[in-house]
């Protein structure tokens, strides 16, 4: 008996060891144009913030991923740590928001969810300050509650929403959509609708929103990816559910790069194969919310958890924007967009 049980629990441990491999990279796998410094703990989601004024000093924000110890990274378009909040508590998903109005300015800010507290942190960019008297709670008075993913949204009639996702939630109101909004001085975060089909399968974390056409994309993960129009006031039915078999196991980080004001892609972590899956952002013709899969791009990040993507000329390193991505190692990894393209366009030949 003793035998039996010594091997069956090297067996166990082999097993798990096993499991517990990560991905392997693609051999034809395209290279970063830079990589971030590492943080200390375990990068989870990236966002991009513009400088307008001098677009070379805009700066990519993500977040490290660890209670207590977390933190809200800012880097240069080198990659390097140029600024930090920490420590906080279970930093997840981040999105960036321009022209809030707070005290009588428009001011940029950053809102990522602070796991661990069960509230959302806002940020004042570029000076990447904390504005939010300590965070802002958000899924109160609900049983399931660790925000993980937001997404934020400005309305076409200059309403401002975020969008946030949990760790566990009932299907059909998953997400809850907040209006933010400027009150005595404070950023206040009101709850204007629930909403959001769940499979029950994994979780939900990456959303993304395209602010110009008025969606939500959100990826349920083992499952695929949902779409949701971003006006609360156009209701809460889901009007597409696509990329169900296009995927090794995990949706996740989702990107969406804007060739025009209706065209582009959207790009969505294949986490256990290392691929990047493309879409059309239009839809197809006969059907703007049917996504056909377009492309799979071999990436260098491994397991990818968040992404985002912009297409605007920062000069000559990324004349048409870049695509990031977080990687397992504490980094996130920055493409030069023309390299990404230039795969979609090889494939969709």
């Known amino acids: ?12 441990i082999l097993f798990s060891c096993e499991s517990s491999k990560l991905a392997p990279i693609p051999t034809n796998a395209v290279k970063p ?3 971030t410094q590492q943080t200390p703990n375990d990068t989870d989601d990236p966002a991009i913030w513009i400088n307008y004024q001098n677009p070379e000093k805009s700066l990519i924000i993500g977040t490290d991923k660890q209670e207590e110890t977390g933190g809200l990274y800012a880097y240069d378009l080198n990659g390097k740590i140029v600024n930090q909040i920490v420590p906080l ?3 997840n998903n981040v999105d960036v928001m321009y022209g809030f109005p707070l005290n009588g300015k428009n001011i940029d800010i950053a809102v990522l969810t602070e796991r661990a507290n069960n509230k959302i942190r806002i940020v004042s960019l570029p000076d990447f300050k904390l504005i939010d008297n300590g965070g802002v709670e958000v899924f109160k008075d609900e049983t399931l509650r660790d925000p993980m993913g937001i997404a934020l949204y400005k309305s076409k009639n200059n309403k401002f929403y975020a969008i946030v996702g949990r760790k566990d939630g009932v299907s059909g109101e998953y997400l809850h959509q907040y209006a933010l909004e400027n009150k005595n001085g404070k950023i206040e975060a009101t709850l204007v609708r629930k909403f959001g089909n769940y499979s029950g399968n994994k979780e939900i974390e990456a959303i993304a929103v395209d602010e110009e056409l008025g969606f939500i994309y959100y990826a349920d993960e083992t499952a695929g990816i949902r779409k949701y129009y971003a006006d609360p006031e156009k209701g809460n039915e889901e009007i597409a559910f696509f990329g169900q078999k296009d995927f090794k196991r995990d949706h996740e980080g989702i990107a969406i790069y804007k060739t025009n004001a209706t065209d582009g892609y959207i790009l969505i972590s294949d986490q256990q194969a290392n691929y990047f899956n493309v879409y059309k952002r239009q839809g ?10 377009i492309a799979k791009i071999p990436v260098s990040t491994i397991e990818c958890d968040g992404a985002d993507a912009i297409n605007f000329n920062f000069g000559t390193k990324f004349p048409k924007g870049f695509f990031v991505a977080m990687s397992n190692g504490k980094t996130f990894q920055v493409y030069d967009w023309q390299i990404i393209q230039n795969e979609i366009d090889k494939q969709a030949k």
């Open 284 to 293: 197809e013709a006969s059907n703007p919310n049917e996504h056909k899969l």
């Open 89 to 91: 508590n279970r930093p």
């Open 1 to 12: 008996m003793k035998k039996i049980f010594i091997t069956l629990s090297l067996f166990t």
């Open 33 to 35: 144009t830079v990589t």
